[in-house]
């Protein structure tokens, strides 16, 4: 099975067996270690695959039970993964060009990325910078406070951060990652995995990142930020 897009394979071939009855309309997929073993592939990448299946309409995801098929004339080829342009207007101008990329590639770039924005912003943010990243806190705050769905101060969060590391560069690419969350498929990934108590836990380690930036200290805001984007990527590898 080839390296590029492991999980398309992984859909296509799925969704082949389905379409031979290897799989009928209302049985179960074997779990995600078999089907790895089977493939020859991460779990991660049979579980992005799976998530595929269902944002296309072909399974049923149901946590503590397993996978189920309940289509098996659906045409999807190339599994539906662009972003939703229906998003908060403060988000629009951070709205790219569509393209493929799955939940974890989007997650590991990023934490190639944001601690380094994080430790140039401790370096070179300005009172005006640190202010609007303490705006965009506190809106995540409210967003906790009223169960949002949107997670608007969260995504300006860290869009403030990048703007304030004074790298253009790596700041356009980080909103072009964090506008691939607005699609279907990273959201189901994140409604199945995502503990009722995460949204708080963010906040908190959110807080911790802008003590860091607000005091200067680059060596704290990277490590923070590290670890904040470490815990998100946890959260979606564990077994479900």
Same mark, same amino acid.
């Given at each position: ?11 296509? +071939? ?150 304030? /590391? ?22 189901? #990934?994140? /409604? ?5 108590? #995460? ?25 923070? #930020?590290? +670890? ?6 946890? #959260?979606? /590898?564990?077994?479900?």
């Amino acid at each position: 099975m080839q390296q590029t897009r492991i999980y398309q394979n992984i859909f296509n +071939k799925i969704q082949e067996d389905i379409k031979a009855g290897v799989y009928k309309i209302g049985s179960k997929l074997p779990p995600e270690r078999d089907l790895a073993l089977q493939l020859g592939v991460s779990r991660t990448s049979v579980r992005e695959a799976m998530i595929a299946l269902e944002v296309n309409g072909i399974v049923e995801v149901k946590l503590g039970s397993g996978v189920y098929v309940i289509n098996d004339h659906q045409d999807a080829a190339n599994p539906q993964t662009g972003f939703n342009t229906k998003v908060h207007p403060l988000l629009l101008p951070y709205l790219k060009e569509d393209a493929v990329i799955t939940p974890f590639e989007i997650l590991e770039a990023r934490l190639l990325i944001e601690p380094y924005l994080a430790e140039l912003a401790a370096q070179h943010r300005t009172d005006e910078q640190l202010e609007q990243i303490k705006e965009a806190f506190l809106m995540n705050v409210r967003d906790n406070l009223e169960h949002s769905k949107e997670h608007i101060g969260d995504r300006l969060f860290h869009i403030r951060i990048a703007e304030a /590391s004074q790298n253009s560069a790596c700041a356009f690419f980080l909103n072009f990652l964090l506008s691939k969350h607005y699609t279907d498929f990273f959201s189901r #990934m994140r /409604s199945l995995y995502t503990p009722e108590d #995460m949204p708080l836990r963010s906040q908190l380690e959110h807080q911790e990142i802008m003590t860091a930036i607000q005091n200067q200290d680059k060596v704290a805001a990277h490590n923070a #930020m590290k +670890k904040h984007l470490q815990n998100v990527i946890h #959260m979606f /590898s564990k077994k479900s």
